[in-house]
């Protein structure tokens, strides 16, 4: 298999059509219309490279599509749609798989003064300071899968009234999960990233400000917030979804042995909701045992999932489950030590492993 690391030149693209036969960076310029990639066959292209990258500012996107249903990490089509966005992508002889991207993410850094309605896009600006002091204000957020990477970070500026700000999606995408719109109360500011699908991931815990002086009412968390003191004797909700993992690679780029391959200590409760595994350069297969233990007893370990279904990847390039049910046990206390041992695999020499929790004290 030939590789062909290095780009020595490169083609402009203003075309909306572009057929990628063109082994060097292929740079897009939307400024008149949106430009779709179409990459060649990945069968033919084994072991080598390609990089697009948008290099306008305009609205317009770069879509990179592929030939006879062939997949670029499991999808049929990624998308760039800010400023110097740059995919690059490799082809394994079967499919084509993401080896390197950028993705500015903040492009439209701009602030925004949110005092209506309004539907933000990837070229909406980054920054909203929202006033709802003379009525709601609703944010709907577009399709994810639109705007890969993208930062929005929302402040409630109004400091008193009852007047609702809220953050919704288009109906079908989530935030964390979840598709019921957030009520981002007053003086609150939180921050959300898109994965480039179909979910918004939040920057940070959600934390609600108080009003200065203020004499708040409690608020009862629901599912996903844990509790954070005020200075004026109440307590408010904060985000408590949480995701740790480890990055296991073979010796000298050998395939993985199996085994135990990582282990780390969990400072705090939770509870167990799902797991993600990620192969990243090829496709193959793995079973992976996750095992807890108390700090008292290290090295002495239990399986967490007993008999249940283990994290797993077949013939593929990822695995994920975010709402595993039949576990031994999901319970982690603080202080527990997390152990993940790897019972087969095949092919892989780099592997994401990670596990999703809801945080409990």
């Avoid at 740079?27 to 306008?56: H, M, Q, R, W």
């Avoid at 985000?239 to 740790?244: D, K, L």
């Avoid at 283990?310 to 031994?328: K, R």
């Amino acid at each position: 298999m030939s590789y062909n690391p290095l780009l020595t030149s490169e083609v402009n693209v203003t075309a909306s059509t572009f057929s990628a036969d063109y082994r060097g960076l292929i740079k897009c310029d939307c400024t008149s219309n949106a430009i779709t990639v179409t990459l060649p066959d990945a069968t033919k292209e084994a072991g080598f490279s390609y990089v697009i990258k948008k290099s306008d500012s305009s609205v317009n996107v770069v879509t990179i599509s592929t030939t006879s249903s062939q997949t670029i990490d499991g999808l049929l089509t990624r998308n760039l749609v800010s400023q110097f966005d740059e995919i690059r992508v490799f082809s394994d002889g079967s499919n084509w798989s993401i080896i390197g991207t950028y993705s500015s993410g903040l492009s439209f850094v701009g602030f925004t003064s949110a005092t209506t309605s309004a539907t933000l896009s990837a070229s909406s600006n980054c920054y909203n300071l929202i006033d709802a002091s003379a009525g709601a204000v609703t944010l709907t957020l577009n399709a994810a899968s639109g705007m890969p990477a993208k930062i929005f970070w929302f402040k409630n500026g109004t400091v008193t009234g009852s007047n609702s700000a809220t953050l919704q999606t288009n109906g079908t995408d989530t935030i964390e999960g979840s598709l019921t719109p957030k009520t981002i109360t007053n003086l609150q500011t939180i921050g959300i990233i898109s994965d480039g699908v179909s979910n918004w991931r939040y920057l940070k815990p959600q934390i609600e400000s108080p009003q200065s002086g203020g004499t708040g009412t409690s608020v009862v968390p629901t599912s996903g917030q844990g509790l954070i003191g005020q200075s004026n004797g109440t307590y408010l909700p904060y985000s408590n979804n949480i995701e740790m993992g480890i990055l296991v690679t073979g010796a000298s780029g050998a395939t993985i042995s199996t085994g135990v391959v990582g282990e780390f200590r969990v400072p705090f409760p939770c509870s167990v909701t799902g797991w993600t595994l990620l192969g990243q350069t090829v496709s193959g297969s793995c079973v992976v045992d996750v095992k807890k233990s108390t700090y008292a007893s290290y090295p002495s370990t239990t399986s967490m999932v007993g008999g249940g279904t283990s994290p797993t990847i077949t013939s593929a390039y990822s695995g994920q489950n975010l709402a595993i049910s039949n576990w031994t046990t999901t319970t982690v206390s603080a202080g527990d030590i997390i152990q993940f041992s790897i019972t087969s695999l095949s092919s892989f020499n780099i592997l994401t492993i990670s596990l999703t929790a809801l945080r409990t004290g």
